[in-house]
């Protein structure tokens, strides 16, 4: 138990590091740049309010949308920091090379979500933006 502890208060304190470290210039529905080779739009199909609601992010390459990388989220309300996802999950790809996850707003104010997106393992790029329920 003790080992398990020590290995999620690791995986926390890592998530941190990347959120305080990540870029925040990022808007929703406008290209946003990973790199020279990597670029990314994110939205929400739904404008977010209380509940659980589904975030979308399209990865591109030179224009074209594609699926090479792995895209994680870490979500908080940072004025109230025990209302967050807990951990770094990885989005999932639908059927359209749509990268998905649902985020759970449990109450209103500002919320933070922190993108990482990853290649072989190894981090590329972190993102940050604000969403105002």
């Not at 109230?80 to 989005?91: D, E, P, Q, T, V």
């Not at 359209?96 to 979500?113: C, I, K, Q, S, T």
Request: net charge positive; charged share 20%; aromatic share 12%.
């Amino acid at each position: 138990m003790k080992k398990i502890t020590t290995v999620l208060a690791a995986v926390f304190v890592f998530a941190i590091g990347i959120a305080l470290s990540a870029n925040t210039t990022s808007k929703e529905g406008k290209v946003n740049a990973i790199n020279s080779e990597y670029s990314f739009v994110y939205s929400f199909p739904e404008k977010p309010k209380l509940g659980t609601y589904v975030l979308k992010v399209n990865l591109f390459k030179k224009n074209e949308k594609v699926k090479d990388l792995t895209v994680m989220v870490f979500y908080n309300m940072p004025t109230c920091g025990y209302h967050r996802s807990g951990k770094l999950s990885a989005m999932q790809l639908n059927k359209n090379n749509d990268y998905l996850m649902p985020l759970n707003f449990a109450m209103r104010g500002a919320w933070e979500v922190t993108l990482i997106f990853q290649q072989n393992g190894k981090n590329l790029h972190s993102e940050k933006f604000s969403v105002k329920i």
